[in-house]
């Protein structure tokens, strides 16, 4: 009877410890090994980056088959969960995929409205370079035609102050530091693939930098053509004001008084300030049969028809332009009309003698 129990129990325990043995392997199984292939290929396919939860689930699996043989060697829970890892890598590599696919069509969008942004800024700089030099002429302009005036008429006394026509200088630098961020951007999507979030976020901030520039590049057109609006009405203001200081101190119209002649007239330093243009009062004011048609009586009255013969009351319209032709052949007139006499022997002579 001993001999055969020994038997029974030899067989029962070696039973026992096939079972207890089945789940066990002495190496790892090849799924381990697939899923750890698996999790490689997703990190090359960016799913860290752009599936994490995913990729984290996978990465969670995979730890569990390896521990499953590293700490117990257990070969069927090892393969189930190396198996589950590999599916869930394929999941992320397939989301990452899809997300990468998202990223670079908004980093595109992104690029095409900065470009366009950007090129609007340097149109929009252009247009206000060309606005400056426009304004900075009419001021230089505006100030040489005043001058000019003053220089003629020094006894009127008008403002001579004009804004500085300078614009702010620093929308260029700054258009320039947005198409060095631009060109950076593009070189990192050269250089990876799985930095796209950083390309975005980057490219997110370029646009404030071209905004900042388009506004003041706005800011100085605006205050540029308020100074060319400002220029305009000030010269016309200041050519008005400089036309009534003429008119006071050089009245376009003369009454005759008694004893007055074209000589004096012209003599006076309210009209010509030199006698020998007293041609120009006459040729102003000269009797044609032409002109006499269309005028009243009244009017006819303040033509010339004899520049020695003139009349207390006549209203003589005196000519401001000063044509410098007209006043040279003023002269020779006056100088030659009577030819070699001397018009100083001749007795009354441009007066009405009364």
Same mark, same amino acid.
């Given at each position: ?38 999790? *490689? ?5 960016? #799913? ?28 069927? %829970? ?12 394929? %999941? ?45 002429? %009419? ?64 490219? =997110?901030?370029?646009? #404030? ?6 506004? @003041?590049?706005?800011?100085? *057109? ?5 100074? =060319? ?54 040729? #102003? ?8 048609? @269309? ?23 005196? %000519? ?13 007139? #006056?100088? =030659? ?18």
């Amino acid at each position: 009877m001993k001999p055969r129990l020994s038997v029974t129990i030899l067989v029962a325990a070696a039973a026992v410890a096939l079972i207890a043995t089945a789940g066990c392997c002495r190496r790892p199984p090849d799924e381990v090994g697939q899923a750890e292939a698996a999790l *490689a290929q997703a990190r090359e396919e960016c #799913a860290e980056q752009y599936a994490p939860e995913e990729y984290q689930s996978a990465l969670e699996a995979y730890n569990a088959a390896e521990r499953y043989w590293a700490e117990d060697r257990h070969c069927r %829970n090892a393969r189930a969960a190396a198996l589950e890892a590999i599916e869930l890598a394929a %999941n992320a590599e397939a989301r990452a995929n899809e997300r990468m696919a998202e990223l670079e069509a908004e980093a595109a969008r992104l690029i095409a409205g900065i470009e366009s942004a950007i090129q609007d800024a340097e149109a929009a700089w252009a247009e206000l370079e060309r606005l400056e030099t426009e304004v900075e002429a %009419n001021r230089a302009s505006a100030i040489d035609e005043q001058a000019a005036r003053l220089e003629e008429y020094e006894d009127c006394e008008i403002a001579t102050d004009w804004p500085e026509v300078t614009v702010d200088s620093t929308p260029p630098d700054r258009i320039a530091e947005a198409r060095a961020q631009l060109n950076h951007t593009r070189q990192m999507m050269v250089e990876g693939e799985c930095n796209l979030l950083d390309v975005i976020a980057e490219l =997110n901030g370029i646009p #404030a930098i071209v905004q900042q520039a388009s506004g @003041t590049i706005s800011a100085e *057109a605006e205050r540029l053509n308020e100074i =060319n609006g400002w220029i305009e009405q000030t010269l016309a203001e200041r050519q008005a004001e400089l036309e009534r200081c003429i008119l006071e101190r050089f009245p376009p119209e003369y009454v005759v008084q008694r004893g007055d002649c074209l000589w004096r007239i012209a003599e006076m330093e309210m009209i010509y300030g030199c006698p020998f243009q007293w041609p120009r009062i006459w040729w #102003a004011n000269q009797w044609t049969e032409e002109a006499a048609q @269309t005028l009243t009586r009244e009017e006819r009255f303040n033509l010339i028809r004899d520049p020695d013969l003139i009349f207390p009351g006549q209203v003589l319209t005196i %000519n401001r332009l000063d044509d410098p032709d007209e006043m040279r052949r003023a002269e020779h007139y #006056a100088r =030659n009309r009577y030819g070699t006499t001397d018009w100083r022997d001749i007795p009354n002579f441009l007066t009405d003698g009364r």
